[in-house]
């Protein structure tokens, strides 16, 4: 099963011939087994100044965090060298692997005084993994470690819930103009609550023979561009399912870097904004599926991302109902076994044996799709 899907990890060749002086981003694949997305061919104009990326139009800068997102951390800090750029996605990775060394060694005064000390940056969540403060994978590539990148004269500055739009530098932020990127997701700790109107809950399978753990956890983010310091922006909606792993050791379950897979994505809307004009918001229902199998390479966590293809110029109005939403997710460590996630109305299934095909207490929600956890042939 490992060999398996490391020749998934290994058929995608990714070969980056960019800057961002214009030259294109390019990723060439071949498909085995799995189907993977390949990043488009585009022309991305940015330039790096003083260690801050800036754009000059909304097409340069959807199509560079798209082309971004879609790379592992290696290939990624392999761009960002080339651009001699460090991004808040990298500089935040190193500070999760010093943490998550003092905790793979029991000392727990070194955690907690890492904690406290990148606590602008990292945060303990209640599944105990070392997560980033801000939640968008979209602005973790494209920002500094101090959450600053601009459109033209205006600076865009993101922290863990909003975007800031200022003329300003980040310290000097007097009253600006600023909009929640966070829609819908999973509760990040009890000390830290989120103000979204759903905080899904993340769920965990363990593998039949105790030894590894898969966790799901979706949100939805809207991805906005302040295009001025007077409130006009653009914004493009993503719907993410973040993956991680736990194995068992002597000292408990411990945090690892590895491989993961997604599959099956259904999510439906209920009202989501289509267009605004003349202070009128459009709404409708949409359906975004993924069926196929994904691999996402090693790292210390997945991420599954995909554009919902709704984009509403200076409107950030919530959707009123997520109707329901299923994925199937693994590890290299637990498949072929999988987590079947299913959220319909209000209401989660549940974990491990609760959720499993045969047990007569494990309850299908959603009249029109289920997923159960345990043993997926397809994965073999």
């Known amino acids: 099963m490992k060999k398996k899907f490391s020749t998934m990890v290994l058929s995608l060749t990714v070969a980056l011939l960019s800057s961002c002086n214009g030259n294109d981003i390019v990723e060439e694949t071949t498909i085995s087994n799995v189907k993977t997305k390949a990043i488009e061919q585009v022309k991305s104009r940015c330039s790096v100044v003083d260690g ?12 560079l965090t798209d082309s971004l997102c879609k790379l592992s951390d290696i290939e990624f800090e392999n761009w960002e060298n080339q651009n001699n750029f460090l991004s808040y996605r990298t500089y935040v990775n190193r500070i999760i692997d010093e943490i998550e060394s003092a905790q793979n060694e029991n000392d727990v005064d070194k955690v907690s005084s890492l ?5 602008n940056y990292v945060y303990l ?6 997560q980033p403060v801000i939640q968008a994978t979209s602005y973790r590539s494209i920002v500094n470690k101090d959450g600053v990148f601009y459109f033209n004269d205006t600076e865009n500055v993101v922290d863990g819930q909003y975007v800031y739009a200022n003329n300003q530098s980040a310290k000097q932020r007097s009253n600006p103009i600023k909009h929640e990127y966070v829609v819908y997701s999973a509760s990040l700790t009890k000390a830290i609550p989120t103000s979204t109107e759903i905080n899904y809950t993340t769920i965990a399978y363990t593998k039949s023979d105790g030894t590894k753990r898969v966790y799901g956890a979706p949100k939805l983010i809207r991805n906005i561009l302040s295009l001025d310091n007077v409130g006009n922006f653009t914004v493009q ?3 993410y399912v973040n993956i991680d792993g736990k194995k068992k050791r002597p000292t408990g379950w411990k945090h690892y870097s590895t491989g993961y ?17 003349n202070g009128t918001v459009k709404t409708g229902d949409i359906t975004i599926t993924h069926p196929e199998a994904e691999a996402i390479a090693e790292g210390k966590s997945g ?3 995909m554009n919902v293809g709704i984009s509403v110029p200076n409107y950030t109005g ?7 939403l299923h994925f199937k997710v693994w590890t290299y460590g637990t498949a072929p076994e999988a987590l079947g996630y299913n959220y319909y109305q209000g209401n989660y299934s549940g974990e491990d044996e609760a959720n499993k095909k045969g047990n007569p207490s494990a309850k299908q929600l959603c009249p029109l799709h289920h997923l159960y956890n345990g043993t997926d042939s397809s994965l073999e």
């Not at 904690?115 to 606590?119: D, N």
């Open 237 to 239: 909606y993503e719907f």
């Open 318 to 324: 919530t959707p009123e109902t997520v109707i329901c």
């Open 303 to 305: 991420e599954f991302r």
């Open 125 to 130: 969540s209640e599944e105990d993994f070392v």
């Open 52 to 63: 801050i990326l800036h754009f000059s139009t909304t097409d340069d800068y959807y199509a």
């Open 261 to 277: 897979g997604i599959k099956d994505v259904v999510c439906r809307f209920k009202n989501i904004p289509l267009s605004y004009t």
């Open 115 to 119: 904690l406290k000390e990148y606590s």
